[in-house]
């Protein structure tokens, strides 16, 4: 378990974390979320013990970091995949934090294997590509066995495989009883492998929350259909829906049941194609959550999506029925 009560951050005139109390819990996944500046890396080198907090307190399994014997083997970090020197092997690197850090030189080969890099560790870790070098400071992280993981963008760079290898070993962590946090600006990613969220913006806590009970937070859920008759949206209209066109084709329906719009098809002889579920996505809700704490706005014209007004938005993707 990671906690954090009262914890507060200044750079000069800039507060990077204020004020903020909230707790990581074990056997899950958190996704540590927030735009640009929020004040995500701030905290977690504030739990790493690499900066001094101007107040609050940083507990991680109870006790201080710095009151920590064998910090490696309560809490593992990977917040820069690039830091490794680039002429030692990927192995001697993992030897060098082992024999630093007082852990078993046996570890090594373990969370080489568990990464799968065992292959490539005797390359020198400058040779590796961004995906490998990601894998090296998983494999960093897990070198003490800790209970508590901090993750930053650990995906960056990676293809959808090893995309969804993380993901896995991810979710394999947390089952395993430890606290995973996930730190990524990759909506789509979090969405699919975080159970819960901590969302901050200035500093500050805006969310703490499971993922279901945020994305419940988006707009009014609506149905998806597509039709092999262009009259369709008429007669759905004059049953009392509401619709709206998707530019990719199809409409989406607010104000009548699925079972509703399956009956006007088969009525009318019309072929449906597809008739889904449509939620606001994590992108959505994290754009309206931390609207009003986002140091950073542009103005360029960002496509707006004609279904949920947000730029960028994907009109057709239909959210995880399940969540
Ligand atoms: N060493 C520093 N000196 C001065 N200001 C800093 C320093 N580190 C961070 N800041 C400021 O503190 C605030 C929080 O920064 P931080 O890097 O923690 O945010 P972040 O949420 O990790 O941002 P990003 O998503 O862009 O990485 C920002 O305003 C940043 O400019």
């Known amino acids: 378990m990671l906690e954090l009560r ?6 000069g005139d800039v507060t990077a974390v204020d004020d903020l109390s909230c707790v990581f819990r074990p056997g899950r996944v958190t996704g540590f979320l927030g ?10 080198l504030l739990a790493l013990g690499l900066q001094r907090p101007d107040a609050g307190t940083v507990r991680v399994g109870g006790r201080r970091y710095t009151a920590l014997d064998a ?11 690039q830091a490794v020197h680039p002429n030692r092997s990927g192995r001697d690197h993992l030897r060098a934090l082992a024999a630093g850090n ?4 046996a570890r090594v080969g373990e969370v080489l294997e568990r990464v799968g890099l065992s292959a490539v560790a005797g390359r020198r870790a400058g040779t590796f590509s961004l995906g490998m070098k990601q894998r090296l ?9 800790p209970a508590v993981l901090l993750l930053d963008e650990p995906i960056n760079g990676l293809d959808p495989g090893g995309i969804a290898w993380v993901r896995a070993l991810l979710r394999e962590l947390a089952a395993e009883g430890r606290t995973v946090v996930l730190s990524s600006h990759l909506m789509s990613e979090m969405e699919q492998t975080a159970d819960h969220l901590i969302v901050i913006g200035r500093g500050r806590l805006i ?11 988006a707009a009014p859920a609506g149905l998806l259909v597509r039709a092999e008759d262009p009259g369709f949206p008429a007669a759905l209209s004059a049953a009392g829906g509401s619709v709206r066109e998707v530019p990719e084709g199809g409409w989406l329906v607010f104000g009548l049941p699925a079972y509703e719009i399956g009956r006007l098809a088969l009525t009318r002889r019309i072929v449906l194609t597809e008739l889904s579920p449509r939620r606001g996505s994590l992108e959505e809700v994290f754009m309206s959550a931390t609207a009003s704490s986002t ?3 542009g103005h360029a014209s960002a496509p707006v999506s004609a279904v949920s007004g ?3 938005g994907d009109p057709v993707r239909s959210a995880r029925g399940s969540r």
């Open 137 to 145: 400071g998983i494999a960093a992280a897990l070198l003490g066995d």
């Open 102 to 105: 007082r852990l078993p030189v």
């Open 310 to 312: 947000v730029p960028g």
């Open 295 to 297: 140091d950073f706005t």
């Open 71 to 81: 910090p490696m083997r309560e809490v593992g970090a990977l917040l820069d995949a």
């Open 207 to 217: 969310a703490d929350t499971s993922l279901t009970a945020f994305l419940d937070r």
């Open 6 to 11: 009262g914890l507060t951050k200044r750079y």
């Open 35 to 44: 735009p640009n500046g929020a004040g995500k890396t701030t905290t977690l």
